[in-house]
T-cell receptor, first 112, second 113 residues
Framework: GDSVTQMEGPVTLSEEAFLTINCTYT??????LFWYVQYPGEGLQLLLK?????DKGSNKGFEATYRKETTSFHLEKGSVQVSDSAVYFC???????????FGTGTRLTVIP | EAQVTQNPRYLITVTGKKLTVTCSQN?????MSWYRQDPGLGLRQIYY???????DKGDVPEGYKVSRKEKRNFPLILESPSPNQTSLYFC????????????FGPGTRLTVT
């Protein structure tokens, strides 16, 4: 079946540190991959997406590359800010599917 | 402003007392879903609807009902809530099955005692 595995948290970083949150997936078809972010007390927001192999999604300084050979979609940011503190979810869907499959979420805390 | 709204945001209730969580979107989206979020489990889909009067079960539908009488509204109904339904609930919508981005509501934190 379709599933997403992402690294356990929580992750605590100092401001301006480099961030990587690992995400790997299993899919029966050709998935599209997403990172969603959940700020405290809010719903999930789409952060970035990639719909085919080798695509790179980017937004707000975050990047992730769809790697079919390693079935991965790791989230990276070169210099995190305190405002990036949130829970990050990796997710996938297959074309025409009725569901988004989410990872368990990784809580990031950035300290000044 | 494009948005998905949910009410109430917080609810504490007792076992067996029927409740409804409302969801409304103003984007004319065809597709709406309900998810529950539990620690260590991520988000799991409860029910979804592809259009008015078209609903189907997601991954964890037991103990829940939904209806879609109007395009903009998609209420979640717990006929007889139990403590294992204590969770954070999110409504989401998207344009149609081929549009990937989902818009999420702010969440409803439900506690069943």
């Amino acid at each position: 079946g379709d599933s997403v595995t992402q690294m356990e948290g929580p992750v605590t970083l100092s401001e301006e540190a480099f961030l990587t949150i690992n995400c790997t997936y299993t899919a029966t078809g050709y998935p599209s991959l997403f990172w969603y972010v959940q700020y405290p007390g809010e719903g999930l927001q789409l952060l970035l997406k990639a719909t085919k192999a080798d695509d790179k999604g980017s937004n707000k300084g975050f990047e992730a590359t769809y790697r079919k050979e390693t079935t991965s979609f790791h989230l990276e940011k070169g210099s995190v800010q305190v405002s990036d503190s949130a829970v990050y979810f990796c997710a996938l869907t297959v074309t025409g599917a009725n569901n988004l499959f989410f990872g368990t979420g990784t809580r990031l805390t950035v300290i000044p | 402003e494009a948005q998905v709204t949910q009410n109430p945001r917080y609810l504490i209730t007792v076992t067996g007392k029927k409740l409804t969580v409302t969801c409304s979107q103003n984007m004319n989206h065809e597709y709406m879903s309900w998810y529950r979020q539990d620690p260590g489990l991520g988000l799991r889909q409860i029910y979804y609807s592809m259009n008015v009067e078209v609903t189907d079960k997601g991954d964890v539908p037991e103990g829940y009902k939904v209806s879609r009488k109007e395009k903009r509204n998609f209420p979640l109904i717990l006929e007889s809530p139990s403590p294992n339904q204590t969770s954070l609930y999110f409504c989401a919508s998207r344009g149609d099955r081929l549009v990937y981005e989902q818009y999420f509501g702010p969440g409803t934190r439900l506690t069943v005692t």
